[in-house]
Each structure stands twice: as structure tokens, then as C-alpha cells.
């Protein structure tokens, strides 16, 4: 391929491929969807492929064993256009606390990430953008953050911890006052 054809990638799904040179993706300046699953990407590897895609608006990561967080990530001007984040089947996954850095999240589900538990979220949880966040099968989560975005409009909480999904099904109580403001909530 021309360098021009690589630069314009838009979309790319890499599922499955070994030996892959993460830190090599940075050229992919258009890419705005990336799909990785089934690799053995790390946490280092992870936040060196994300930092300079300035494009990119929306990632996936499924089934990768390594994945224990969100990247650090130095520059917060990168990722200005990122706004929507899938974390899923990443066993080893605990760890959300970077998020603030995130400014333009606008949507983030977390779905079968078993090490997921309220220490993983972010003391100062407050992304301005943040409309959509989906915690599903997330069989740790035995209680949920000290506060939510204001901005927060749409709860899926499916599947967590079993003394959670029941505090939270009375409607009643401190789990429940911290989502009460919450527009939408789907709790099951």
C-alpha cells in the first residue's frame, strides 16, 4: 500500500493477529474505529498505539488477556474526538482510573470484566460528556462510585453482584440515591 491508502484507513479490525507492532498504527492519521480482540496486547502497548490517533472517535477491546487498564495517557489534547469506549471479556481488566482524561467519552460500556469493582472507577468521576454508561456482567461490582457525571443520562447496570443488583432493585437507600438523579436507569 501507498502511504497515502495507509493514511486513510478509516476502520480497522485486528482480531486474532499476532506480532502485531502497535506503536506502528500511529500513522493510521484517519482511523476513527478500532476493533482489537483476541490479542495479546498490553497496557504499554495499548496507550502507545492510542497516542497519536487524533481521529479516532470510537475502540474496542474484547478478549484480551493483558488489558489491566485504561492508558495514561501524557498529552491530554490527544483523543479529542474519542468518544465512544467498549471494554469486554478482558479478564484481567480493573482499572478505570484514567478516565478523566478522556475528556469527550460520551458512551462507555464495560461488559464481562470480572475484576471490575467500584476502586476501579476514577475519584473524580466527573466527564462533562459522559451521556451513556453500561456495566454489564461485571460480577465484582458489589457497590458503585461515590458519584456519577452530572451529564450522565442512560444506566445499564446488568448482572453485577447479586447484593448490588438487590439494593438497587428496592429503590431505596445509599446505592440508590447515588444513581437517583439518573434519567434512564436498566437495572437486572
Known amino acids: 500500500?501507498?502511504?497515502?491508502?495507509?493514511?486513510?484507513?478509516?476502520?480497522?479490525?485486528?482480531?486474532?493477529?499476532?506480532?502485531?507492532?502497535?506503536?506502528?498504527?500511529?500513522?493510521?492519521?484517519?482511523?476513527?474505529?478500532?476493533?482489537?480482540?483476541?490479542?495479546?496486547?498490553?497496557d504499554e502497548q495499548l496507550g502507545t498505539c492510542l497516542r497519536d490517533l487524533?481521529?479516532?472517535t470510537w475502540l474496542e477491546i474484547s478478549n484480551c488477556n493483558n488489558i489491566t487498564c485504561l492508558p495514561r495517557m501524557e498529552n491530554s489534547e490527544c483523543l479529542t474526538k474519542f468518544h465512544e469506549l467498549h471494554i469486554q471479556?478482558?479478564?484481567?481488566?480493573s482499572?478505570?482510573?484514567?478516565?478523566?482524561?478522556?475528556?469527550a467519552l460520551e458512551s462507555i460500556l464495560i461488559e464481562n470484566c470480572s475484576k471490575v469493582t467500584m476502586e476501579s472507577f476514577p475519584t473524580n468521576f466527573n466527564n462533562s460528556s459522559l451521556r451513556r454508561l453500561s456495566i454489564m456482567n461485571c460480577a465484582e461490582l458489589e457497590s458503585l462510585p461515590c458519584s456519577f457525571p452530572s451529564s450522565l443520562q442512560v444506566l445499564h447496570l446488568i448482572g453485577c453482584?447479586?447484593?448490588?443488583?438487590?439494593?438497587?432493585?428496592?429503590?431505596?437507600?445509599?446505592?440508590w440515591n447515588k444513581i437517583a438523579s439518573i434519567p434512564f436507569k436498566q437495572i437486572r
Open 1 to 42: 500500500m501507498h502511504q497515502q491508502q495507509v493514511e486513510a484507513i478509516a476502520i480497522l479490525t485486528l482480531r486474532n493477529c499476532e506480532d502485531v507492532k502497535f506503536e506502528e498504527l500511529q500513522v493510521l492519521t484517519s482511523l476513527k474505529r478500532l476493533q482489537i480482540s483476541h490479542s495479546r496486547i498490553n
Open 54 to 56: 487524533q481521529a479516532l
Open 89 to 93: 471479556q478482558c479478564p484481567e481488566f
Open 161 to 175: 453482584k447479586p447484593s448490588l443488583m438487590t439494593k438497587l432493585q428496592v429503590k431505596d437507600g445509599a446505592e
Open 95 to 103: 482499572s478505570l482510573r484514567s478516565l478523566p482524561i478522556f475528556a
